[in-house]
């Protein structure tokens, strides 16, 4: 049985299912990263480190445009996948620390990003960690993929569900439970966060609505790398996802999700 309480952090749970992580989490448009590197200016010789990197996925299409990464991730189970599926690129490489924790290639990159992970950086230092890590004039990008509210078929059922079996979760303000409906930032907005440290410049914003079909399996799968289902008891987080299941499968066993990529970026200015 999963153990609860105390021991387990909601941050570091994610080890727990790197591999369907890594299997069932969406990745992010080409026009993102397209973005990232117009809006940088970033040089193909330059550094590129990857924070709270988890299996990598956010770090794939720089590897294919011929970056060096570094990603950091402090969960060993996640850095495994990591390895496994990015060193043969030859140019990724890995540590396995926190944000906090990290020393190696001071004052060397000129991008550090963060996909669907700055949220779980310490948020009294994450910022100055980063101006610590990166060459003069340096970039920060943080991006996250967030499923929008739509109406979807079952919705009063699967509100239902959600309000007898685990009611804490009623504040989210979405319908559909997948990664990335909680709260991301703890400022009124990334933007805001990037303007209180005092560390970066002008904040450049980017979004692109996508959509994706989910099957059930997808649903329930990544269901199962959300923290806040992993930190239920392990016998009420199967009747969860099972009831779950039995939803989408009568309104037909899959649905239209929209997403929205946000980013935001902002070059070092001490």
């Known amino acids: 049985m999963t153990k609860s309480g105390p021991a387990r952090k909601q941050s570091k749970v994610f080890g727990e299912v790197a591999e369907i992580y890594h299997r069932v989490r969406p990745g992010y448009p080409e026009s993102l990263y397209d973005w990232v590197l117009e809006t940088s200016e970033v040089n193909v010789d330059q550094l590129l480190i990857d924070v709270g990197c988890g299996t990598g996925k956010a770090s ?12 950091i991730e402090p969960d060993p189970l996640m850095a495994r996948v990591a390895i496994r599926e990015l060193t043969s690129t030859g140019t990724f490489s890995l540590h396995q620390s926190t944000l906090d924790e990290f020393t190696g290639r001071s004052s060397q990159a000129g991008l ?60 989210t303000r979405f319908k559909v439970r997948l990664p990335g409906s909680k709260s991301v930032i703890s400022g009124d907005s990334p933007k ?36 806040d289902h992993r930190m239920l008891e392990e016998d009420l987080r199967s009747e969860v996802l099972q009831r779950v299941a039995r939803v989408i499968d009568a309104s037909g066993g899959s649905y239209q999700q929209l997403f929205t990529t946000h980013a935001y970026a902002a070059k070092l200015s001490v």
């Open 60 to 71: 794939v299409s720089f590897l294919e445009r011929g970056f060096e990464v570094l990603g």
């Open 112 to 171: 550090i990003y963060a996909g669907q992970s700055w949220h779980w950086m310490n948020p009294d230092t994450r910022f100055k960690c980063v101006a610590s890590l990166l060459r003069p004039e340096g970039w920060l990008c943080v991006f996250w993929n967030r499923p929008e509210q739509t109406q979807q078929s079952f919705d009063q059922e699967m509100d239902a569900v959600y309000d007898e079996l685990v009611p804490q979760f009623n504040n």
């Open 192 to 227: 805001d966060e990037f303007e209180q440290s005092a560390l970066f410049g002008h904040v450049h914003t980017f979004e692109e609505p996508w959509e994706q079909t989910i099957s059930t399996d997808e649903h329930v799968q990544n269901l199962l790398t959300q923290s």
